[in-house]
Each structure stands twice: as structure tokens, then as C-alpha cells.
């Protein structure tokens, strides 16, 4: 009898070597493992799952507006022609803080926090304001009737309301008059297993101040980075626990 | 029997009259352009099912996709712009010609909600690719995988 293993086994072994050398050392007592496991496109979001973001704000850099524009462009913002220039919908925005004891400044962005108790699906009369199972908070704009009680109750003023018709939007962002709408994490790309369009613009800025990733995965870099480093909720009075985090402020 | 005698002549005449109304050209009314699907030939549902029933699916899918994060593609919106219009055509464009969905539903006086935020044509890529369609080297890829295998011995250790 040869020896010769039939070409399926060789081909685990390789996968499980690969494996088992695939962790990766970010900083010192951060290691980074496998991606975890996609999810195919019938499979419901399960709770298993809470997405989450980790902002540096020590390498976010004043001025530098990279994840606001990648966000408008991915989910086609900024057409809007004839409303006040406050009213236009922003997904993400820059906040400068000022420590005016050490005139410290920082930069950080702003967006919906995915809150575990969020307070805008608290107070929508409709259900349209909703948290899926895996944490992203969502308005579902089949049912929202614009009345923008959510508006009013978020404390982090992350919604914005369309108060024109709209055309040319993109296929994976529909929007339109008469709608709430806020960061919606780039679900689109995450369903496919991608990341938001913020993180990876950030990325390619070189500054890499966000980390996108499952918060209830032990072995991902964001749970790993949490568990390692101080990181500051916004309004963590209010106990809403975001989804998104920051370190440095 | 004067009045049976015309009766009987007039019966047959009216009868065709009736029958020939209908047949004569297509119909006084001019029926919807349906423009023929921009790719495949074979629709997720039967052609009768989808006339009758594809907003029930759109507006199942709906939900699925939204609240569960269930993205299939059979009966999902983006997947019937994909198949059925061009990028080139969009659902506010003046033209009478162009999108598939419109054209039915403004025959049939149907003011559907879908075209107010989603969008109305699918989008090419950088590559000028529609979404969805696959590149020539994914082509050549499947197509060289779907040959069947010869040499598979070549992996022994």
C-alpha cells in the first residue's frame, strides 16, 4: 500500500498549519488571530455577533477629513442642493475638543454609536429606529414616518433628516424625503464581510485611528485592544453602551 | 316571419361585429413596452408568478434584508435592476422607452414608493462593470474550474 495521502487531507493539513500560524502581534499583548467566520447571505444576524469601533483619538489628525468623504461617497451624501447648509445630512463629523486648562486639542469623529440601549429606538413610535441583533443600529426606512423624535433623543446628534427629493442614490444606501437616516456602520459591507468605508479610508491615510471588528470575539483585535488599553464611552452617564469606543481623550 | 327573417340575418352579423372588435390589431389600447431583460433569459419565478406576486417578494425580502441581514439574492430588489435595466436608465428619465419597471407601472397607474430612495439603475464600476457581473479573468477562473480534473495525482507527499 503507498503511503500517498489522498490530495483533500494534504490540503487540510496545509489550512490547518496555516492556521495555527496566522495570529499576528499588533502591540505588545495584542495579538490579532483569524478573521472569524463569514456568514453566508440566507443566515440571519445572530447576537453572537456586537460590531463595534475602537477611535484613536491620538492618531486621528486635525484637518484631516478622510472618513467623512469616503463616507459620503460610499453611501452617495451631499447631493442635496436646495436645503440650509445645516440641515445636510452627515453621517460622520468632526468634533475638535479643547482642554482649555492645558489647551490640549483633540479630533475625533463623531457618528452614530450603536448604542446597546439605544434611545432613538427607544422613543420612534413607528419601530422603524431598531437595533439588529449584531449591535448595529438601524432606521428602517420603509416604516419611518419623519417624525424625527429620534432626532431629539440621541445625545450624540447623529441623525439627519432628508428634506429633499432625491435622486442617483446609491444601490446599497436608498434613501430619500421625508426619512430619519444616520451612520448605518456601512452594513452593506459588513454583511458581505468587508469593513466600513471609514476604517478603510482611514487606513489608507496611513493614520489607521479606527479599528472596526466583533467587540464579543475574545481573539479580535478590538476586543483585544479594549481588554488592553484604557477606551472612554462617550456619555457613559447616560449607560447606553455604545458600540463605539475611544482611546486618548 | 318577416321580423324572424332579419333577426336571423342580423345575429351573424352583429356576432362578427363582437368577435372581430377584439381581433382587429392589437388591441385599441396599446398594451406596456416591456423591455427584454438585459441579461439571462430565465427570470427567479415564472413570468405569470412574478407579474402577479413579485411585490410580495420584494416587499418580504424587504424585511428579511433589513431587520436579519438576510441578503439572497433571488428576490431581492437590486438583483431585478441588475438583470432587467441598464445603468443607463433611470426611473425619473423622461424616456418612455427604458426601465422595465416603469413602464408597467405607469400603463397599469401604479404609484410605487421603491424609486423615491432606492436606487433606479444598477451601477458600473470602476472597471465598467455592472455590480454583480464578473470580470474576465473570474471567467476564465470558473470556466477553466468547471473542466474536469486531470491531473489531481500531483499532490502526493
Known amino acids: 500500500m503507498s503511503e500517498r495521502k489522498h490530495p483533500d487531507s494534504a490540503r487540510r493539513e496545509f489550512l490547518k498549519k496555516g492556521a495555527a500560524t496566522a495570529g499576528l502581534a499588533l502591540a505588545p499583548g495584542v495579538m490579532l488571530y483569524g478573521v472569524a467566520q463569514a456568514r453566508t447571505a440566507d443566515e440571519p444576524v445572530t447576537s453572537a455577533v456586537r460590531w463595534g469601533m475602537l477611535i484613536d483619538t491620538t492618531r486621528c489628525a486635525n484637518g484631516c477629513d478622510a472618513c467623512i468623504r469616503a463616507c459620503e461617497a460610499e453611501q452617495g451624501l451631499g447631493d442635496e442642493t436646495h436645503g440650509r447648509a445645516g440641515q445636510r445630512t452627515q453621517y460622520m463629523r468632526k468634533v475638535e475638543l479643547r482642554n482649555k486648562a492645558t489647551g490640549a ?31 448595529i443600529v438601524l ?15 440621541c445625545p450624540y446628534k447623529a441623525r439627519s433628516f432628508v428634506h429633499e427629493t432625491l435622486t442617483e442614490q446609491r444601490p446599497d444606501n436608498p434613501r430619500g424625503k421625508g426619512c430619519v437616516e444616520s451612520c448605518n456602520m456601512c452594513v452593506h459591507r459588513v454583511d458581505a464581510g468587508g469593513t466600513p468605508a471609514c ?51 | 316571419m318577416k321580423q324572424l327573417s332579419i333577426l336571423s340575418r342580423l345575429v351573424p352579423a352583429l356576432l362578427v361585429l363582437l368577435l372581430a372588435a377584439p381581433a382587429s390589431g392589437d388591441g385599441r389600447v396599446p398594451g406596456p413596452v416591456v423591455s427584454p ?12 408568478v412574478m407579474r402577479r406576486r413579485h411585490m ?10 433589513m431587520h436579519r441581514g438576510i441578503r439572497t439574492e433571488q428576490h431581492s430588489l437590486k438583483a431585478c435592476l441588475t438583470c432587467h435595466v441598464t445603468p443607463e436608465q433611470a426611473y425619473h428619465g423622461d424616456s418612455q422607452e427604458g426601465h422595465f419597471c416603469k413602464n408597467c ?52 507527499e
Open chain 2, 105 to 156: 407601472h405607469e400603463y397599469a397607474a401604479v404609484k410605487i414608493d421603491c424609486f423615491e430612495c432606492h436606487a433606479t439603475q444598477p451601477e458600473r464600476d470602476q472597471a465598467g462593470r455592472v455590480q454583480g457581473e464578473l470580470g474576465e479573468g473570474a471567467t476564465r477562473l470558473l470556466s477553466h474550474l468547471a473542466r474536469p480534473e486531470t491531473n489531481e495525482t500531483g499532490a502526493s
Open chain 1, 139 to 153: 432606521v428602517d426606512r420603509h416604516i419611518c414616518i419623519g417624525c424625527r423624535y429620534c432626532m431629539m433623543a
Open chain 1, 199 to 249: 476604517v478603510e479610508a482611514c487606513a489608507a491615510e496611513g493614520k489607521h485611528a479606527i479599528v472596526f471588528g466583533d467587540l464579543n470575539d475574545p481573539s479580535s483585535e478590538i476586543a483585544q485592544r479594549v481588554k488592553t488599553y484604557a477606551s472612554t464611552q462617550v456619555r457613559a452617564d447616560l449607560g447606553l453602551n455604545p458600540g463605539v469606543r475611544y482611546t486618548g481623550i
Open chain 2, 37 to 48: 431583460a438585459v441579461k439571462g433569459d430565465q427570470c427567479v419565478e415564472d413570468t405569470d
Open chain 1, 105 to 135: 486639542i483633540h479630533s475625533l469623529p463623531m457618528m452614530c454609536q450603536h448604542c446597546e440601549n439605544p434611545p432613538c429606538a427607544d422613543v420612534c413610535p413607528t419601530g422603524a429606529s431598531f437595533k439588529r441583533a449584531d449591535g
Open chain 2, 56 to 65: 410580495d417578494f420584494l416587499k418580504h425580502q424587504r424585511d428579511e434584508t
